[in-house]
């Protein structure tokens, strides 16, 4: 089966953004959005998103285009900083157990991330699945599963997508960032070089 991981487009940060967790995309996000559901050609079976606003706010016009609904799931939300997200990257290459208070640690993340993606494929075992996610999620589940440099987060752009794959025998695949469903508006604009 085939998932495409999408990192959600952009979003007016603030100084709570890493605490406040219900943010919207920004005018230009909401642009991204419509122009990456317009370059979408890859047939879409069912689609998945974390319940957080930026993420729902992603995948909409794709899921009207495809006339499917996006089935929410907790398991595909942002990590939980509880806490100022620049000092969490700082802090977790020395700590991978590092968490603030009430929050999580990149590990508990990436274990739950990991598990909702499984769960996602084997239900869906001959499927083409579309999942609205997170930078954080989707960054440290590329470097744990596929070795991506363990800066990745910093390169993964609004939006992204990823194409992977799963079998029963392997697990996870990566096959390709899927630079030509981009639009021209991405920030990290250097990495849509297939246009």
Known sequence: MRLFLIRHASVEYTRDSATNRYID??????????????LWEQPIDCLYSSRLP???????????????????????VELDYRGDAALFHTEI????????????????ANHRFFSTLKKIAERHPASAVAVSTHGTV??????QQFGFPKDFFF????????????????????????????PETSENAHIICSK
């Open 155 to 182: 390169t993964v752009s609004y939006p992204d997508i990823f194409e992977i794959e799963y079998t029963n025998d392997a697990g996870f695949n990566f096959i390709r960032r899927v630079v030509d469903f981009l």
């Open 54 to 76: 930026r993420a729902l706010q992603t995948i909409a016009p794709l899921s009207a285009k495809v006339s499917l609904p996006a089935i929410e799931d907790s398991g595909l």
């Open 138 to 143: 989707l960054s440290e589940f590329c470097v």
């Open 93 to 108: 290459v020395g700590n991978r157990d590092f968490k603030f208070k009430g929050g999580e640690s990149i590990d508990e």
């Open 25 to 38: 995309l920004s005018s230009r996000g909401t642009t991204q959005a419509v122009q990456m559901a317009d």
